[in-house]
């Protein structure tokens, strides 16, 4: 199962990328497990300064924007 | 996820991203180039104002300056928007990391006014400067100018007082926030950072990054929701405000502040600062009122130090660094950005 996290201190911005890589990877049916990191320090530790972020598994792929759709399956069937 | 789309080559539709961008800004300046002859027809023919007539003078700035500020913070937060999506925060922070005193406080301060502060970055880019070792007070001085410059204030300082007032916001933004960082610098106020910032250590092997560059396309489609995001937050107060500047602009006679704001009151500046903080949500309508008051006496020292102040030192700002910073470091910056911000309006007051 792809483990993919969202990491973002709770923005509104970081609720979307929530949503839209959720319903991005059930419109692509992926299996995944998501996570949501929001604790500064936990974000940081990601080497990450924007936020908000998409991690699939464990490999930073966006960083302070939201991406397409599309974008965020074919990131998720390289991983998968 | 659409598979037609799939079948035109990226060339393409970057190509139409281009066109279809290009031709809004032909209509964008064509339109922006006609709003004084519309605004003209409309009050003095169509409505049939007199030319010295007070109601129909005010009425004929409503109606000049609504649509073009609304079009100047449409064209311009684009281009704002745009530009951010080049910047690499990575790339950035390795440029400043090598730099010292002086120089690296320039750059972080540049680097502030790029970037809008908000908690989305601000503290994960605060945590991300001390963690690869850049001073504290290189990092204050992006900490103290992402604040002070505020997209929104800018442009409509563009369109209200002109590029030099505009340019003026801009250079005394980057120079309090290089001034002040070195100034806190020195101070050394480690001891009042919150103490998990300095043990945050990025683990960048294990979490990899494999971030692709964005197309042009999706430069545009962000660039288009970031203006449409600030421009329905923004559009309101802007209306109001300039509603208000216009009955001032009629109304109120020449010179009537010139006792009250004008540059011999010293007090104003003090004043107009403690005014600004809470003002904060509506800066975008405050900045037209102040352009009307401009216009009766008022100094434009007294008129930016507002302005700035409005801006820069607000409560969800404070709440926001409290998650990195100690009370005692909140309340020496705030101390320090007043300071500056009095010190600039005195300045422009003198020079003007």
């Known amino acids: 199962m792809l483990q993919v996290k969202v990491l973002g201190s709770g923005c509104s911005n970081c609720q979307r990328l929530e949503r839209e890589t959720r319903a991005a990877l059930e419109a692509g049916q992926v299996a995944y497990q998501l996570t949501k990191v929001t604790d500064y320090a936990d974000i940081a530790a990601y080497g990450v300064m924007q936020t908000p972020a998409l991690v699939i598994n464990e490999m930073v792929v966006s960083s302070g924007r939201i991406p397409k759709a599309d974008q965020i399956v074919t990131w998720a069937r390289e991983r998968e | 996820m659409s598979t037609h789309v799939q079948f035109l080559p990226k060339i393409n539709t970057d190509r139409r991203a281009f066109v279809l961008v290009g031709a809004l800004a032909v209509l964008w300046i064509g339109l922006y180039n006609s709003l004084q002859a519309i605004a003209d027809w409309l009050t003095y023919d169509l409505l049939r104002f007199g030319v010295d007539d007070a109601l129909g003078e005010s009425l004929n700035f409503f109606v000049y300056d609504v649509p073009k500020i609304l079009l100047l913070l449409t064209g311009m937060i684009f281009l704002i928007s745009l530009l951010q999506t080049f910047i690499d925060t990575q790339k950035v922070r390795a440029v400043v990391e090598k730099r010292g005193e002086g120089v690296g406080n320039l750059m972080a301060s540049l680097f502030g006014a790029l970037t ?108 288009a929701e970031k203006t449409r995001e600030i421009v329905s937050k923004v559009w309101l107060f802007v209306i109001i405000g300039i509603g208000i500047g216009a009955a001032i602009h009629g109304f109120v006679p020449e010179d009537a502040l010139v006792n009250i704001m004008g540059e011999d009151a010293w007090w104003s500046v003090p004043l107009s600062v403690l005014l600004g903080i809470p003002l904060y949500s509506n800066a975008a309508g405050v900045i037209p009122i102040v352009s009307a008051l401009l216009g009766k006496g008022a100094a434009l020292g007294t008129a930016l130090a507002f302005m700035m102040s409005v801006v820069a030192l607000s409560l969800p700002e404070l709440i926001i660094l409290r998650r990195v910073l100690k009370p005692q470091l909140l309340a020496i910056l705030v101390a320090v950005i007043g300071v500056s911000i009095l010190l600039t309006g005195y300045l422009f007051n003198m020079v003007m």
């Open chain 2, 116 to 223: 809008p502060f908000c908690s989305c970055s601000s503290v994960p880019l605060f945590i991300g400067f001390v963690e690869a070792g850049i001073p504290l007070g290189i990092t204050f001085s992006f900490l103290i100018t992402s604040p002070i410059m505020n997209e929104v204030a800018l442009v409509l300082l563009l369109g209200m007082f002109g590029w030099q007032v505009a340019l003026m916001y801009l250079v005394s933004g980057i120079v309090i926030g290089v001034v002040a960082g070195i100034l806190l610098g020195r101070m050394k106020l480690e001891r009042y950072v919150e103490p998990f910032v300095f043990n945050v250590k990025a683990n960048r092997a294990a979490a990899g990054f494999e971030v692709e560059k964005p197309t042009w396309i999706e430069r545009f489609a962000e660039s």
